[in-house]
């Protein structure tokens, strides 16, 4: 059955850590994206990228950072340099970047102890 | 369940009518829009999507509209049924990314 796979689902940060959020796809798609979901807000972009051994910044990078090492692999890194990290962030991937769908994730909820 | 749906705009219809949620975008040069359904604790998920060039898609009991003329997409939900429970919400594209709205929770009373 393809699709993306988050783990965990949910994840604690200690102050000064930095934690790392897996996202897996089999769908043989070349794009994949990092999202991060507030309450009452829309999606916000934090990096995406277009293929193996690139990436961009999206809207709200600062904090995080990310690899793409492997098709099926974009681990988003939220590092201690991220000041508010407690959120619902969602990994999404799509067969090239632009105007198709994109398939998300269940999600990875990350809270602050 | 996720709290991503807290402030959200409510929408409490009975089951079996139809439900119509509504979505106002930002640019009016965005050619590519889609609606999402998310699920208490879950990922979006792809529901329908439209290109500018059309102002009507149907598809399994969902129906989007496109009125570009004032920036405006709803989708229809045919004989609602308790299973549609979740946040609703859309998505706009101007080639490269997307613009996703807050959303609306759609409540199904029985």
């Known amino acids: 059955d393809g699709g993306i796979t988050q783990s965990p689902k949910y994840l604690f940060r200690k102050e000064g850590q930095n934690v790392t959020l897996s996202c897996e796809q089999n769908?043989?798609?070349?794009?994949m994206y990092w999202y991060r979901q507030d309450p009452g807000q829309g999606l916000r972009l934090i990096y995406y990228?277009?293929?193996?051994?690139?990436?961009q910044k999206g809207d709200i990078a600062e904090g995080y950072s990310v690899s793409r090492e492997k098709k099926e692999s974009f681990p988003l890194t939220v590092t201690s340099a991220q000041k508010n990290p407690t959120a619902f962030y969602l990994c999404a991937s799509s067969v090239l970047r632009g105007n198709q769908p994109q398939h998300f994730g269940d999600g990875t909820r990350l809270s602050i102890l | 369940g996720e709290s991503v749906g807290l402030h959200l705009p409510t929408l409490s219809v009975q089951e079996g009518d139809n439900s119509i949620i509504n979505c106002a975008y930002s640019n009016s040069a965005s050619d590519y829009f889609i609606w999402y359904k998310q699920e208490s604790g879950k990922g979006p998920q792809f529901i329908i999507d439209i290109r500018s060039n059309m102002d009507k898609r149907q598809g399994q009991r969902v129906t989007v509209l496109l009125n570009k003329t004032v920036k405006h997409l709803s989708l229809q939900i045919a004989a609602t049924q308790p299973g549609d429970s979740a946040v609703y919400f859309c998505?706009?594209?101007?080639?490269?990314?997307?613009?996703f709205g807050p959303g609306t929770r759609l409540s199904v009373l029985p």
């Open positions: 998505a706009e594209s101007l080639g490269q990314n997307f613009v």
């Open positions: 769908l043989n798609h070349d794009a």
């Open positions: 990228s277009q293929i193996v051994n690139d990436f």
